[in-house]
């Protein structure tokens, strides 16, 4: 069973548009992940064009392999090494704590996910 960082079933993260490395829309991993999608995050302006700068461009629709490109609001599965190194320039993407899974612990405290966490609704 996947599980989130409380030790709960793993949510989903966003099934519109679909994220996850497994594209089943739940920030799950493998040993072929390497990217470790991990960590559920509310995307902004900031976020986004932090990862366009450093080669990921997650803002710019790639129809062709079913990618409709994001927008602020829009929750995604990041790779666990971009969000920290995003961090630690000071950018922020709220992250879902439900929805993101219980590895991401071994780098980051739940204290700290939790002081950036995007208030349960």
Do not use: K
């Not at 072929?32 to 450093?54: K, P, Y």
């Not at 803002?59 to 920290?84: A, S």
Request: charged share 25%.
């Amino acid at each position: 069973m996947r599980l989130n960082v409380y030790g709960t079933p793993l949510e989903n993260c966003s099934l519109d548009p679909l994220t996850g490395f497994f594209r089943d829309g739940c920030c799950a991993t493998c040993a072929e992940d390497v990217g470790q999608h991990t960590i559920c995050v509310e995307m902004n302006e900031d976020f986004l064009l932090f990862s366009r700068a450093r080669g990921n461009d997650l803002i710019t629709p790639m129809l062709d392999i079913g990618f409709p490109g994001l927008l602020p609001g829009d929750r995604w599965c990041v790779c666990l090494p971009r969000w920290l190194e995003a961090r630690a320039a000071g950018v922020i993407a709220r992250v879902h704590l439900r929805a993101t899974e219980r590895s991401v612990l071994v780098q980051v405290p739940l204290e700290e996910l939790e002081r950036v966490a995007v208030p349960d609704a």
